[in-house]
């Protein structure tokens, strides 16, 4: 079994600069690399970095993101990025790995039914301004998130640091705790 720390949180709130911050420990992995893989083939881009309001055609790279999203999930399946990195999370040779970008609740609800021990944080209080619709679905379907949080961080008060031991610390333990 291993353990899978999925990170949530609005655009520009931490959640690549938390995951990074893990890549010591953790594998990085994100829904969206395979939806960046297509729309980078699309503008012409390389890797996993470009920024989101880098032009791409006629839109930014971060709207072609969440319009190219919406296509494949309306045509091939809610689950097609899910299912994608499920795969990628059963080959991987790490036992430790962490995601940077659920954003919806069919990711969560599928990650739960795997046999990997499922780790979950929100972030909250930092976002970032860019072009990118802060209505659109991927920016809000956690909002009413039902279930538990395993752990909650405002970014505006938590260093990267601190959220990254009590990460680790919640992995080890399974509670947040001075002496355990």
Known sequence: MKVVVLISGKKGSGKTTTANALSHKY?????????????????????Y??????????????????????????????????????????????????????????EMEKMMTTEHRIITVRLFGRTSEDSRDTSHRSECDLDNYSGKWDLMFNTLVFEVDDIVKDIE????????????
Do not use: W
């Open 27 to 47: 594998t990085i992995m994100a829904f969206a690399d395979c939806l960046k893989d297509i729309v980078n083939q699309i503008g012409g881009f390389s890797g």
């Open 169 to 180: 610390t919640f992995v080890k333990y399974g509670q947040l705790c001075v002496k355990c």
């Open 49 to 106: 970095s470009v920024p989101k309001d880098t032009p791409c055609g006629n839109k930014t790279y971060g709207q072609m993101l969440q319009e190219t999203g919406t296509f494949i999930r309306c045509n091939f399946g809610e689950d097609y990025f899910v299912d994608r990195v499920i795969e990628k999370i059963n080959n991987c040779s790490h036992n430790y790995i962490a995601i940077h970008d659920l954003r919806y609740l069919n």
